[in-house]
């Protein structure tokens, strides 16, 4: 079956501390992978997305994610948070020939001061 | 304005209400689709229509009715709901659909509550 697995549903780190979120994914075709932030009140936003090539991924506010097809995985990480950054983050896998996206359900990143 | 926009941001109606979302896209794009977000659970996929026609009805409830008038416009037209209704609704908008690599535009969404 098609899926897409966020482990953690929250998580909570310090201001200027590297962070990681993780994501699996079981999808029976290439897969095309995505990372999607949502802001309070706010729609989702493209952080950065992979279709094939450089498994390292650079995204937008700083964010980077690493591909790694023997793990089914496709983790996000940023070296150094910002308050801003606090938001929910969703990761979504789809594959070719299909507009169709499988999203987690989200992990919800608390920034302390 | 620019981007996906949704109006109204949040809508509270009762079981037998007729109400309508509705979302608008300023990008250009061909392929409109309807999610709904609920809490604790993936986003799912409701509606797609792609150059006015819907290509996708992921199973939804005759009691959610969507219109694509034209590429930019898409409304999603709401009548006798129900509570477990209540919810998150997004609209996206991408070049295309058929191809996921077209990116998706997501639109901040209606937050709606059936009393």
């Known amino acids: 079956a098609q899926s897409v697995t966020q482990p953690d549903i929250h998580i909570t780190v310090s201001e200027g501390a590297s962070l990681e979120l993780r994501c699996n994914y079981s999808?029976?075709?290439?897969?095309?992978l995505f990372w999607y932030v949502q802001s309070p009140g706010q729609g989702l936003q493209l952080l950065l997305k992979?279709?094939?090539?450089?498994?390292l991924v650079q995204g937008i506010k700083g964010f980077e994610a690493e591909f790694k097809r023997s793990q089914s995985s496709f983790n996000l990480r940023k070296p150094s948070v910002h308050w801003s950054d606090a938001a929910e983050y969703f990761c979504a896998v789809g594959g070719a020939g299909t507009y169709k996206y499988i999203f987690g359900t989200g992990t919800r990143l608390k920034v302390l001061a | 304005e620019t981007g996906v926009t949704q109006t109204p941001r949040h809508l509270v109606m009762g079981m037998t209400n007729k109400k309508s979302l509705k979302c608008e896209q300023h990008l250009g794009h061909n392929a409109m689709y309807w999610y709904k977000q609920s809490a604790k659970k993936p986003l799912e996929l409701m509606f797609v229509y792609n150059f006015k026609e819907q290509t996708e009805n992921n199973s939804v409830p005759s009691r959610f009715s969507p219109e694509c008038p034209n590429s930019s416009h898409l409304f999603l037209h709401l009548h006798t709901l129900q509570p477990e209704d209540s919810a998150l609704y997004l609209c996206a908008s991408s070049y295309r659909a058929g191809e996921t690599y077209n990116e998706q535009f997501f639109g901040p969404g209606t937050r709606l509550t059936v009393l």
């Open positions: 999808y029976g075709a290439t897969p095309y």
């Open positions: 992979y279709f094939s090539g450089d498994t």
